[in-house]
Nanobody
Framework: QVQLVESGGGLVRAGDSLRLSCAAS????????LAWFRQPPGKERTYVAT????????TYTPSVEGRFTISRDVARKTIGLQMNSLRPEDTAVYYC??????????????????WGQGTQVTVSS
C-alpha cells in the first residue's frame, strides 16, 4: 500500500508562486498515475493535474493550464506541483492521490485509491 504525504502549502499573495510536494512510500510502481486535486472552502474536491508514473504524461484542468506544472521524481518517489501566477480562487486544500493500474477517467476522484492528508494553500488578493 502506498502512503502519500503532502508538503509546501502556505499563505501567499496573488501573483506569487508556490511549490507543493508529495512524498510516496511503498510500491509506487504499482500505480498508473498520480494527481493533484483541490478542495476550496465549502466546495467539492476537484481535479487539478495528473502525471503517469512510468511515462510522465501530464494533463491539467483548463483553469491551471499554463500556470501550474506537475512533475515527478521516480528515484525519490515524489511528485511536485509548481504553481505560478497564483490567484485568490486557487485557495484550497490540495491533495495528492494515486490511481492503480487499469484506472481510467483520471479527472474523476473515484479513479484514485490512495490519498494524502492535504496541504492548505491560501492566496490573498
Amino acid at each position: 500500500q502506498v502512503q502519500l504525504v503532502e508538503s509546501g502549502g502556505g499563505l501567499v499573495r496573488a501573483g506569487d508562486s508556490l511549490r507543493l510536494s508529495c512524498a510516496a512510500s511503498g510500491r509506487v510502481s504499482d500505480f498508473y498515475a498520480l494527481a493533484w486535486f483541490r478542495q476550496p472552502p465549502g466546495k467539492e474536491r476537484t481535479y487539478v493535474a495528473t502525471i503517469t508514473w512510468s511515462g510522465g504524461s501530464t494533463t491539467y484542468t483548463p483553469s491551471v493550464e499554463g500556470r501550474f506544472t506537475i512533475s515527478r521524481d521516480v528515484a525519490r518517489k515524489t511528485i511536485g506541483l509548481q504553481m505560478n501566477s497564483l490567484r485568490p480562487e486557487d485557495t484550497a486544500v490540495y491533495y495528492c492521490a494515486a490511481a492503480p493500474t487499469g484506472a481510467h477517467m483520471l479527472h474523476n476522484s473515484w479513479a484514485y485509491t490512495q490519498w494524502g492528508q492535504g496541504t492548505q494553500v491560501t492566496v490573498s488578493s
